[in-house]
């Protein structure tokens, strides 16, 4: 098993090595070797995702990724911001399908700013697709305007763009994810605006034929956004295009109190995969050691199951997390949220408690 460790910026250093003591801890047949990404990759090499980062991750199992990104590169030409990096690697891997949970640890039930009997048991698993519309959609960039409301004025342009397959293949994933769930997927776009959406939805009802055992339901995005915080617990599988679904999985993960939980996958069609938090660097409180690193450790976990074949040691890994949320340790995100009798840690020390917990 080969792992790429890819901690980038801010907090991502921190976090992932929290991570790495862990998937050490289990005593596996596993290679790890790190690679600069992000800032720290521009300002050592010139280039967010310089070509070795690049072929290490492409010739590892699975990806172990940390975040990128700071204020400090806002400057730059867009090829060489931070952002560059994961957006590269997530094309250049053909990683499209995007796993986002958000599980409500019972623990944590007070940690959200919702009422405990809206998200108590909360388990939704948000797919998003990662490798198409409005973010790798072509022309973009600068011109004259010829028309529109102000002909002549300078004005920026993106273009929201998706195939048949691309929508297919998204769509089996959350079928077959489905599947192995509460059989439910709701299918999130706006086509009454958007022609991709309304691609996007005909394409998912033509794949739910395919699955006459899930049942399939519609939502525009803008609904979705008020109905998960109205009643999050009536969805299970949330699948959606690349945009809506990095603003969805945002507000889905504080529905769980914090987003310093929330793993991710995104995996290809030879379930190589990244293995990210779903947040950012941080870079407000970098390098303080109090980010929490359960998000990248549970990412970790993912790795172990999905791209290494390895669910028992996930399991002993989330075994591990659950154990230490309930003895009360907390990271100053979900400190002092969830009732008394609690203990702050530091980054090091959750990291710790979860390697102790998994010998016992
Ligand atoms: C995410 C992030 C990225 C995205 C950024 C860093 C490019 O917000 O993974 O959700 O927009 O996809
Ligand atoms: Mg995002």
Redesign the pocket.
Known sequence: MKVAVLAGDGIGTEIVAEAVKVLKALDLKMEMESALVGGVAYDAHGHPLPPATLALAKAADAVLFG???DWKYDKLERQFR??QA??GL?KELGLFA?FRPAICYEELVGASSLKPELISGLDILII?E?TGDI?FGTPRGRRVATDGHFPGAEEAFDTMRYSRPEIERIGHVAFQAAQKRSKRVTSVDKNNVLETSQLWKDVMVEVAKQYPDVALDHMLVDNAAMQLVKEPKKFDVLVTG??F??IL??EASMLTGSIGMLP?ASLNSKNQGLY?P?H?SAPDIAGRGIANPLATILSAAMMLRFSLNQAASAERIETAVKAVLAKGLRTADIYGKGGAGMTKVSTREMGDAVVAALAN
Do not use: C, H, K
Request: charged share 25%.
């Open positions: 975040a990128v990104g931070p952002e994961i957006l997530r995007n998003r990662l973010y690349n945009m679904g990095d999985s945002d991710s990210e779903s950012g």
